[in-house]
């Protein structure tokens, strides 16, 4: 598959070289393709990756991750103008100063992202976890659960195809308005990795009797 990830911090570089490492190929869209940082990054995910601007990125891709701040996304999809048919992958945050949501309770920064984007089918995926489990998503040998929603079936087929092959186990949890449950888990995992001081290396995962 071709694949748009915009942003190159920890999530962005994690997908992207796990994907990479499973035969994809990867436009990472950023503002600097020729920063040092950037190159760094590509010198790590080897041959599978490429960086562009973001409309490029964008535009080259089947399916488009955001793994941008929440502060920054209407920028970003304010570069391109047709979305038809694309998979976009909403794996950002909505948070605000003080660790709170900045929406919630009647909207999602999912749903607000689909708004914008006609003709895109978004999924809500890769935001309730830190970037070293996307890297490794194995405890003790058992893969750790990554949620998602969407409201377009196959897209959501799709994402679950691409988490399965970094080693997640996928739990769906319905149409897109669910990433309202969604998107706070991150807060809860970030309360628990940094203000209750257990590291970055926990999880969520679901189980059943």
């Known amino acids: 598959m071709k694949i748009g990830i915009i942003g190159t911090g920890n999530v962005g570089s994690a997908?992207?070289?796990?994907?990479?490492?499973?035969?994809?190929?990867?436009?990472?869209?950023?503002?600097?393709?020729?920063?040092?940082?950037?190159?760094?990054?590509?010198?790590?995910?080897?041959?599978?990756?490429?960086a562009v601007s973001i409309p490029n990125a964008i535009q080259q891709?089947?399916?488009?991750?955001?793994a941008t701040p929440w502060n920054v996304v209407s920028q970003v999809t304010e570069t391109v103008t047709d979305w038809q048919g694309k998979i976009v992958i909403d794996a950002t945050n909505p948070i605000?100063?003080?660790?709170?949501?900045?929406?919630?309770?009647t909207t999602s920064a999912a749903e607000q992202l689909a708004t914008?984007?006609?003709g895109a089918h978004v999924v809500k995926a890769f935001n309730t976890t830190g970037a070293e489990n996307m890297l490794d998503p194995l405890?003790?040998?058992?893969?750790?659960?990554?949620?998602?929603?969407?409201?377009?079936?196959?897209?959501?087929?799709?994402?679950?195809?691409l988490a399965e092959a970094l080693g997640f186990e996928v739990a769906d949890v319905g149409g897109l308005e669910t990433a309202r449950l969604i998107e706070p888990m991150a807060l809860v995992w970030i309360n628990l990795a940094v203000r209750q001081g257990l590291g970055r290396n926990i999880a969520f995962k679901l189980v059943q009797r």
């Open 61 to 66: 891709a089947d399916i488009i991750v955001l």
């Open 96 to 105: 605000a100063p003080g660790l709170q949501l900045a929406v919630g309770h």
């Open 139 to 161: 405890y003790d040998g058992e893969p750790i659960t990554m949620f998602i929603c969407g409201d377009d079936e196959d897209a959501k087929t799709t994402v679950t195809e």
């Open 15 to 50: 997908l992207g070289k796990g994907w990479a490492g499973k035969g994809h190929t990867i436009f990472f869209g950023t503002r600097q393709p020729e920063s040092e940082k950037v190159q760094k990054l590509l010198a790590d995910v080897g041959e599978g990756g490429t």
């Open 116 to 118: 914008h984007l006609p």
